[in-house]
C-alpha cells in the first residue's frame, strides 16, 4: 500500500482574486488531504479561511515581485521546514518561483500549466509537468508531460431549481452563461451575438466583475430588456445549468473551463468557442469556428431552435464527463503522476 506524502501546493496569485485556478488548487488540497495525505497550502494571507484545517496553511508574500529577494528566502525556509515529498507549482508565477534557488531543497518539482501563455520556461526546470489540456500540452519542451483535465465534485441529485431563476420560455431556450465579468470571457461578443438571434430565447448572464456595467449598458442599448438577465456572483451555478436549456462559453482565451465541466456534468449541452480544453471534450459542431460574434451567433442560431439534437449530439460528452472530469479522476491522476515522478527521482538518486 502506497504511504501518503507530505505534499506543498505553492500558489503566486494575489489574495484579491478567486477564479478557475485557485479554485483547482482549493478542490485538489481537500481531496488529497481527505485521503489521508498532509497537505500544506503556501500563498497570500487572504486565502488563510479558504484553506481551512485539516489543511496546513502558511501565509507567503507572493504580492511581491517573482524576482523579489525576500519572497525567494521566504519560499525557501518555509519548504526547508515542511520537506515536502512533493512541491508542486499552480501558475506561471508559481512555477518561476519554485524552479528557482527556493525549490532547490525539494525532493520532487511539479507545475501545473493553467493557460496558455507566451512562455512557459520556468516549467522546464521542474521535475513534472501537468496540462489542463492537451492543446496546452502541446506547446510544452519537456521531457515528462501528462494532461490532468480540471475535474469538479458530481452531484448526488439534480439539485433544486435556484431562487429567482426565469423559467424556460415557452417557445424559446434558457441559457446561462458565466465567469467573472472581464474581458477576455467575451462577454460583449456574446451579446452582440444575441442581437442576431430570436426573440423567443433568453439569455442569464451569472458573475459580479470590472465590466458588468459597461455590459449592462450595451444589452440596454442593444433592447434586450428581459431577454438577457444579470444575476450577479453565485455560488450555486451547477444548479442553474442543471436546469438550462444549454450553457455557452464566449471567451477568446481559457486554460480548461470549469463552466463547461460543471455543465457536462449535470448534463447540460455546452456551445463554446474554440478555446482550449473545449476540443477536447465537445463534438466539433459544438464549437464556432473562431472567438468572434458573427461567429458565436451562427453557432447559437444553429442550435437554439434544435435543444434535443444538441442534447442527442452531446450523450457521449456526458458519458466521458461523468468517468474523466470529476474530482475523483482528477486527484487520482494527480497523485500517480507525483509517484511517478518521485520513482524517477529515486533512481535517479541510486
Given at each position: 500500500m502506497n504511504s501518503p506524502l507530505r505534499i506543498a501546493l505553492l500558489l503566486a496569485t494575489p489574495g484579491s482574486t478567486w477564479g478557475g485556478m485557485e479554485k483547482h488548487?482549493?478542490?485538489?488540497?481537500?481531496?488529497?488531504?481527505d485521503g489521508g495525505h498532509q497537505v500544506h497550502i503556501l500563498a497570500d494571507r487572504r486565502y488563510q479561511a479558504r484553506f481551512a484545517p485539516p489543511l496546513h496553511f502558511h501565509a507567503l508574500p507572493v504580492h511581491l515581485s517573482r524576482h523579489h529577494p525576500w519572497l525567494g528566502f521566504s519560499l525557501g525556509r518555509l519548504l526547508r521546514r515542511i520537506a515536502p515529498d512533493i512541491a508542486h507549482a499552480q501558475g506561471n508565477k508559481a512555477a518561476q518561483l519554485l524552479s528557482g534557488p527556493a525549490g532547490k531543497s525539494c525532493r520532487t518539482s511539479i507545475g501545473t500549466v493553467?493557460?496558455?501563455?507566451?512562455?512557459?520556461?520556468?516549467?522546464?526546470?521542474?521535475?513534472?509537468?501537468?496540462?489542463?489540456?492537451?492543446?496546452?500540452?502541446?506547446?510544452?519542451?519537456?521531457?515528462?508531460?501528462?494532461?490532468?483535465?480540471?475535474?469538479?465534485?458530481?452531484?448526488?441529485?439534480?439539485?433544486?431549481?435556484?431562487?429567482?431563476?426565469?423559467?424556460?420560455?415557452?417557445?424559446?431556450?434558457?441559457?446561462?452563461?458565466?465567469?467573472?465579468?472581464?474581458?477576455?470571457?467575451?462577454?460583449?461578443?456574446?451579446?452582440?451575438?444575441?442581437?442576431?438571434?430570436?426573440?423567443?430565447?433568453r439569455l442569464v448572464i451569472l458573475g459580479e466583475g470590472?465590466?458588468?456595467?459597461?455590459?449592462?449598458?450595451?444589452?440596454?442599448?442593444?433592447?434586450?430588456?428581459?431577454?438577457?438577465?444579470?444575476?450577479?456572483?453565485?455560488?450555486?451555478?451547477?444548479?442553474?445549468?442543471?436546469?438550462?436549456?444549454?450553457?455557452?462559453?464566449?471567451?477568446?482565451?481559457?486554460?480548461?473551463?470549469?463552466?463547461?465541466?460543471?455543465a457536462l456534468l449535470v448534463t447540460c449541452p455546452v456551445l463554446a468557442t474554440p478555446v482550449s480544453g473545449v476540443m477536447d471534450c465537445l463534438p466539433h459542431n459544438s464549437i464556432a469556428r473562431d472567438s468572434s460574434s458573427a461567429a458565436l451567433a451562427s453557432l447559437l442560431a444553429h442550435w437554439l431552435d434544435r435543444i434535443p439534437e444538441l442534447r442527442a449530439a452531446q450523450q457521449q460528452a456526458f458519458q466521458t464527463a461523468a468517468t474523466t472530469l470529476t474530482l475523483e479522476a482528477m486527484t487520482t491522476q494527480t497523485l500517480a503522476f507525483y509517484r511517478a515522478c518521485l520513482s524517477d527521482a529515486c533512481r535517479s538518486d541510486a
Open positions: 488548487t482549493l478542490d485538489l488540497a481537500r481531496h488529497l488531504a493553467h493557460g496558455t501563455k507566451t512562455s512557459h520556461r520556468a516549467f522546464k526546470r521542474l521535475d513534472g509537468v501537468i496540462a489542463v489540456s492537451s492543446l496546452i500540452a502541446e506547446s510544452l519542451e519537456h521531457p515528462r508531460v501528462t494532461v490532468i483535465p480540471n475535474g469538479c465534485a458530481v452531484p448526488a441529485r439534480r439539485p433544486a431549481r435556484p431562487d429567482h431563476m426565469p423559467r424556460p420560455p415557452a417557445d424559446g431556450a434558457l441559457v446561462v452563461a458565466a465567469g467573472r465579468l472581464v474581458a477576455v470571457k467575451g462577454f460583449d461578443n456574446l451579446l452582440k451575438a444575441w442581437a442576431d438571434l430570436s426573440t423567443r430565447h470590472p465590466e458588468r456595467a459597461k455590459l449592462e449598458s450595451q444589452a440596454q442599448t442593444l433592447g434586450f430588456q428581459d431577454r438577457v438577465l444579470f444575476m450577479g456572483f453565485r455560488d450555486d451555478v451547477p444548479a442553474w445549468l442543471s436546469h438550462a436549456d444549454a450553457c455557452v462559453i464566449s471567451s477568446h482565451r481559457e486554460g480548461f473551463p470549469y463552466l463547461m465541466v460543471e
